[in-house]
């Protein structure tokens, strides 16, 4: 079995074959962790970003979708923390002279602990074959218990550490693990210090006049600034949500991992306002709500878990993850965050307007609290995209490169191929795709043969090939080819577009949730 490196690098390469994602400014050497989305991958995402919006806006009779602008008003940013906190701990090593997130170095020291416990299980697994009880060998096996240990107490003193700013007993940890720097090999550390993420510009003409402004480093502020604007004009009662999808910009220190960590990225965010008491509550409803979006998507339920933040962001009172299993391992995909007043409570302060809700039944005034779901759309693409690109063997002996995209996602729903490039049949082909076009995205491709055809659409992720022969000229006929399962079926040309709804229709896919 390949490695997971090579699995991620395959990933990466098949995303620039396939016309999915372009480093930024190739021809210019690229820029770091920044990329670019090519004609598949702007498909991909505009269909991941209509999945999400569809789910939390549409279906959702008390939220509703806004738009804000990137650059806000540099006040917002000393109001909601992040001038003041929005900070990742940084170490250099003195001999590469590379910088590191303190956290992630040792993050990743942990997930090393996690790959031996996977590779006990799977042995184990082996060794005991049906009579292995997975749950019962990680509760008692010495050797896995010990390593869940060193896991546990390593992440409580990270997350106690950072709570407490005690960066100094950061560095302790990386020294006492033995952390060594993956460049140089060398424990020649400097010290841990705080680095701020936002990207700063500036407004305005003239350098006297000029305004300090930042890039916003989430979409989140945008809605808690408009919030009495959208409740007022919408006539909102709480419980109620407002969603948006946007530009969010962080300059991120560990910039790696393809578009898992951009420093320009796309969030997908909703605030649930809620009335205060209430965020326990609401915080569980949509850890599970997100989940099952997740889970609707059929990428299977072992690739997903929940993880309860140890160490809060400065706004929130409660804080868990849903990891998802990347080429890279198990990694934050989305988080869910009860953020009490802290945001709105302190635009209060910040702006001297008040941010209330006059509650008729409790007839009261409050600012109300928030819970919030909050997921990269670049991350979830990875995460798609990842899951889908798959190795088959097949019958015969030969292998195929397969993206099993789920098919409400594909950026092209069909491919229409004639078998041969005369005899009338393309001209019955591009029929099939000026009537298909209005409903789906669909490619009319004529060239090599059939068979490279079929393989080429395999590796881009069209879920149906449509192929029209000679047998189509007697009867309007056509074979439908299934990406997944490679069956053939004989329809008729009236029916493919009904059944290409069927599989592909938004409706069903979100009707499993
Ligand atoms: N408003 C809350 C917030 O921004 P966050 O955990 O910092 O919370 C939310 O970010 C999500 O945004 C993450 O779960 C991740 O999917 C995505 N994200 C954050 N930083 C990112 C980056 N540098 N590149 C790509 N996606 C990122």
């Not at 965020?279 to 998507?297: A, F, G, P, T, V």
Request: with cysteine.
């Amino acid at each position: 079995m390949a490695n997971q490196e090579d699995i991620f690098k395959k990933v990466i390469s098949h995303a620039k074959e396939y016309g999915y994602v372009f480093q930024s400014s190739e021809i210019y050497d690229g820029l770091s962790a920044v990329y670019d989305y090519a004609q598949n991958g702007a498909e991909l995402k505009k269909n991941i970003r209509e999945y999400w919006w569809r789910a939390m806006v549409q279906l959702n009779e008390n939220i509703v979708g806004i738009d804000a602008a990137i650059f806000m008003h540099p006040t917002t940013w000393k109001a909601s923390g992040h001038v003041d906190a929005f900070n990742d701990p940084l170490i250099d090593n003195k001999d590469s002279k590379k910088r590191y997130r303190a956290d992630v170095l040792i993050e990743d020291y942990t997930a090393k602990i996690e790959g031996k416990i996977e590779k006990e299980v799977a042995k184990a697994a082996k060794r005991f074959g049906d009579a292995f009880d997975q749950e019962q060998f990680l509760a008692t096996n010495p050797r896995v218990t010990d390593y869940q240990k060193k896991i546990d107490t390593t992440l409580k003193r990270l997350g106690k550490s950072l709570e407490n700013e005690d960066l100094a007993d950061v560095k302790a940890l990386i020294e006492e693990l033995g952390i060594v720097c993956p460049v140089s090999g060398s424990k020649n550390w400097t010290d841990v210090k705080q680095f701020n993420l936002m990207f700063g510009t500036k407004l305005g003409a003239s350098a006297e006049s000029a305004m300090d402004l930042y890039l916003r480093p989430e979409t989140a502020q945008g809605i808690f600034v408009n919030f009495l604007n959208v409740q007022k004009t919408g006539r909102m009662k709480i419980p109620f949500g407002i969603a948006q999808t946007g530009k969010a910009f962080r300059n991120e220190i560990v910039a790696r991992q393809f578009i898992f960590r951009m420093r320009e990225f796309e969030q997908m965010e909703m605030q649930f306002f809620i009335k205060p008491g209430t965020q326990q509550e609401w915080y569980e409803i949509w850890k599970e709500n997100r989940m099952k979006w997740h889970l609707s998507l059929g990428m299977g339920s072992e690739n997903y878990r929940f993880h309860d933040h140890e160490k809060l962001a400065h706004y929130a009172d409660a804080a868990a993850d849903i990891e998802f299993r990347f080429p890279f391992g198990f990694k934050e995909l989305e988080g869910i965050h009860s953020r009490t007043d802290f945001d709105l409570g302190a635009h209060e302060k910040y702006s001297g307007k008040k941010l209330q809700y006059f509650d008729h039944a409790e007839n009261e005034s409050y600012v109300p609290y928030v819970v919030e779901t909050s997921i990269g759309l670049d991350r979830m693409f990875l995460a798609v995209f990842s899951n889908s690109l798959q190795e088959e063997e097949l019958e015969n002996n030969t292998t195929r490169t397969v993206l099993k995209l789920p098919a409400v996602l594909a950026p092209t729903k069909a491919a229409v191929l004639p078998l041969v490039k005369k005899d009338g049949l393309p001209e019955i082909a591009h029929q099939i795709v000026d009537d298909l076009k209005w409903d789906f995205n669909v490619v009319y491709d004529e060239k090599d043969a059939v068979g490279r055809r079929y393989r080429r659409q395999d590796a881009v992720g069209t879920p149906f090939c449509i192929t029209v022969d000679h047998q189509s000229k007697e009867d309007n006929t056509v074979t439908i080819r299934h990406r997944d399962t490679m069956e053939q079926q004989r329809v008729a040309i009236a029916d493919v577009n009904r059944m290409i709804a069927k599989e592909v229709d938004m409706k069903s896919w979100l009707g499993k949730m």
